[in-house]
């Protein structure tokens, strides 16, 4: 029964971590007005008829904080790259010289900042929505362990220990999303 409980909130912690990990992936996503590989990371590229993460099929890299540029390893990939990233709607336009393909990063309008902050701030909800739920697990398990026999007082001291893990982990979160919008409003 003791091994359950712990189980339960192992399995939550584990899932809050899940939860930060794809909030700090999508943040990734998100441009702020600096010229990132990361990008281009959720692209994928038609390979032999297989659609292929881009930074598979190419090299991609920063030549300064204003462009990307991607290297092909086969020249007849310059044209289904293009159209991958203009078909992503990134806001950029990509530009091919018969060698690479360039992305020029415009720099953010005041605008489009708040709109990326907005953005950032619905995933950062998402999130915590996620963290909420592993929450919500944990304690529905750690209240049926009560039920079938497991000691009250030390279910309660489990519930609080799962309370503070939520609130470690929404407090990371709410951090990830402060420090994207911090990024972002830079200019």
Known sequence: MQ????????????????????????????????????????????????????????????????TITIQPWEKSMLAPIEKAIFEANLGVTPQNNGEIVIINIPPLTEERRKELVKRSKSMGEDTKIGIRNARRDAMDNIKKAVKAGYPEDAGKRKEEEVEKLTKEYVEKADKLIENKEKDIMTI
């Open 3 to 66: 091994e359950d409980v712990n189980e339960y909130i192992e399995e939550a912690k584990i899932a809050m971590e899940g939860s930060i990990e794809h909030l700090h992936k999508e943040l990734a996503t998100i441009r702020a007005g600096k010229a990132s590989p990361n990008m281009l990371s959720g692209i994928s590229v038609p390979y032999y008829g297989t659609p292929t993460p881009l930074n598979q099929v190419a090299n991609v890299s920063t030549s300064d904080s204003r």
